[in-house]
């Protein structure tokens, strides 16, 4: 009897603290329903469903990602079955299931016992942000492929340390099918992986490959041919301008703080680990070394499209990932044999928390490099190092220096994250009366505000169940959790049109518009996709295309100009409510008049402002919508009509 109630606590406890995990991993992680890419690739599986309309659209009509994925056509068989917002929310909680559900998996392969909740917390809570300008995170809060394609990646790791070597190929087949360049990743991880392990056979088998890839590369079969391609001057100067992201050398110190310090953690957890774990580290090392090279080098400095194409600087994930896991028993390890392990903690966690874009980012890479020397030097573990330089630092001062020195880096590191965040609330907060974009000013306080909850909420329960082991916490844990579900959802109102609560008005007469006919939608681009059904002239939303084709590159760069002003306009909707009546009049009579005129192939323009001279049709209208809060800012959707301008009756006035 006393071991069923037993079990039935552990059941509890266990339980309790996946709610807590899952949680964490929902307020960092939130719902944006149609946001940065997930419009992309929903314009992809409508392409499957109405290829005669949408295949036409400026981002499909010359090479693009659709034709690497079997995720668009699934996505567009759910979206036949309920409808586009709908397939969008299922298919992103199925994607997160199996990404967490991996991630678990994972984290105990790095720690035992309590420790693999602890590391799973950290890579749940902590900034998922890797590249340049927060583009790209693993685990994204919309629905892409890239989140299934990480989930069979982590799942491949799981197996093949597990020996399962069929369900490995198995796992990273299916994420090469979801998404080729966030597999590509685990590909490299493997490769090195066993090279540590039996170096003769990998070297037969990278040369096999690369002799198979130049074959193909010779017989002209994409995308293998576009190795020996490099962007020409006017590609790569309409790339760099528009998605500069792609080149490392781009990239300013901030966007390299995180790599450095998750690279450094690593690095450590190296030199104090033996075996498996000691291999996946060193291959990871190695890996990003590898990668991070030729991307600077074939990338940036010979413009090969190929490289470009593959942005295998993407594997900064893995590193990032596997860094918040390895963070706990590299905590432990530096405990004990010096005082300094909860400043190294301290220092690391400060610099992942950066909000970025500050000249900071000196003083952070120099921080944790200093720290990282200090414990090296302090660490002491005679059958694996003998250091004459830690023997000499450590026996230079007293113990008494060491833990002062301790309090003096935590503290340090405390004040400067405090610092830097309210100067960057500073500058936010001012620069919000301007028309800059709310997703590029914004994302960063989204882990900043995570981390908070996790620090004040989170933790404490998690820390109460591994130690206390109390049965009753899982009331509070269940609080957490309906705490977490009610802030999930964090789409902006005008976003939920998608869900089929509004109609699009006049709809005899926009379904009389030819299918062929081009919309250029101001500020809400993807409703032309979903709700008017036609292709969307340009937006920003489509430069993603324009590095896997010239032609795309060119139509893109052109369509800009010729929108002129009004390609400002489609960066925020805040704009909408920052620009007074008559300035609004005036900037939209100017633009809408030199925007037909300029834009030759466009036909329609929808805007949200009305100009009674040029005759519009409101095809659109939100009436009595409550107002939202996006990122602490609240924007006021009351009230929005959109009006469509037929270009040619503009011209011909």
């Not at 590249?131 to 989930?151: D, Q, V």
């Not at 957890?269 to 033996?274: F, I, N």
């Not at 919309?519 to 590095?547: C, D, M």
């Amino acid at each position: 009897m006393n071991k069923l109630k037993l079990r039935d606590k552990n059941v509890i406890i266990i339980v309790s603290i996946f709610l807590i995990l899952i949680s964490m991993w929902m307020l960092n992680h939130p719902y944006k329903g149609m946001f940065h890419d997930a419009k992309l690739y929903t314009l992809q599986a409508l392409s499957h469903i109405e290829p005669e309309i949408f295949r036409n659209d400026l981002f499909l009509r010359n090479d693009s990602q659709d034709n690497y994925t079997v995720f668009s056509p699934l996505y567009a068989y759910l979206i036949k079955l309920t409808n586009v917002s709908a397939a969008n929310i299922m298919l992103f909680i199925i994607g997160h299931i199996l990404w967490f559900f991996s991630a678990y998996l994972v984290a105990g392969l790095l720690n035992k016992g309590p420790l693999k909740f602890i590391a799973l917390a950290l890579a749940v809570a902590m900034p998922s942000y890797y590249g340049a300008k927060f583009i790209f995170s693993y685990g994204e809060p919309f629905l892409t492929p890239r989140i299934f394609s990480e989930a069979f990646v982590l799942f491949s790791i799981f197996f093949a340390l597990k020996n399962r070597f069929i369900l490995c190929a198995i796992l990273l087949v299916m994420g090469f099918l979801m998404h080729p360049l966030v597999a590509l990743s685990g590909f490299i991880f493997f490769y090195f992986y066993f090279f540590i392990k039996n170096p003769k056979p990998a070297i037969i088998i990278g040369c096999a490959l690369v002799a198979t890839i130049m074959l193909l590369a010779l017989c002209g079969v994409a995308p293998c041919n576009r190795i020996f391609q490099s962007m020409d001057p006017y590609w790569a100067s309409i790339v760099n301008e528009h998605s500069p992201w792609l080149f490392l050398l781009n990239w300013n110190l901030q966007d390299f703080l995180p790599i450095v310090t998750s690279f450094l953690v690593i690095l450590f957890y190296t030199l104090t680990h033996k075996g498996m774990k000691q291999a996946i580290a060193l291959s990871l090392l190695t890996a990003i070394g590898v990668c991070l090279f030729l991307s600077m080098m074939l990338g940036d400095v010979f413009r090969n499209v190929l490289v470009l194409q593959l942005q295998i600087w993407r594997i900064t994930w893995l590193l990032l990932f596997f860094s918040y896991l390895a963070l706990p028993s590299v905590y432990i390890k530096i405990k004990e044999h010096t005082h300094l392990g909860t400043s190294f903690l301290f220092v690391c966690g400060a610099a992942w928390l950066s909000p970025g874009h500050s000249m900071l980012s000196i003083v952070y890479i120099s921080l944790v490099a200093i720290s990282f020397l200090l414990v090296l030097g302090n660490y002491r573990n005679d059958d694996q190092f003998g250091m004459q330089y830690g023997r000499l630092l450590k026996n230079r001062f007293s113990e008494d220096f060491w833990k002062k020195l301790n309090i003096v880096l935590v503290l340090f590191s405390i004040a400067l994250l405090v610092i830097e965040i309210v100067i960057y609330y500073f500058v936010i907060f001012s620069k919000l009366k301007t028309d800059i974009s709310l997703i590029n000013v914004l994302l960063p306080l989204n882990s900043i505000y995570a981390f908070s909850l996790l620090i004040a909420v989170g933790a404490p329960l998690l820390y109460f169940q591994l130690q206390k082991k109390d049965k009753r916490v899982i009331i509070l844990s269940m609080v957490f959790f309906l705490l977490a579900a009610t802030l999930w959802d964090r789409r902006l109102e005008c976003e939920k049109l998608f869900g089929g609560n509004y109609t699009i008005e006049q709809t005899s007469l926009v379904q009389k518009i030819p299918i062929t006919s081009e919309i250029l939608w101001i500020g809400f681009p993807e409703a032309s996709w979903f709700l008017a059904k036609h292709t969307n002239y340009v937006s920003l939303s489509q430069r993603s295309g324009i590095v896997f084709s010239r032609d795309t590159a060119i139509l893109f760069n052109q369509r800009i100009k010729d929108i002129g002003l009004l390609g400002d306009l489609d960066k925020s909707l805040k704009f909408y409510l920052e620009h007074k009546p008559n300035e609004m009049k005036m900037i939209y009579e100017e633009g809408i008049k030199k925007c037909c005129r300029q834009a030759k192939d466009l036909d329609y323009i929808v805007a949200l402002y009305k100009i009674p001279e040029y005759q519009p049709l409101k095809i659109l209208s939100l009436k009595n919508v409550r107002s939202t809060t996006y990122n602490f800012v609240n924007l006021n959707y009351k009230d929005f009509d959109w009006y469509l301008y037929d270009c040619k009756s503009i011209n011909k006035r």
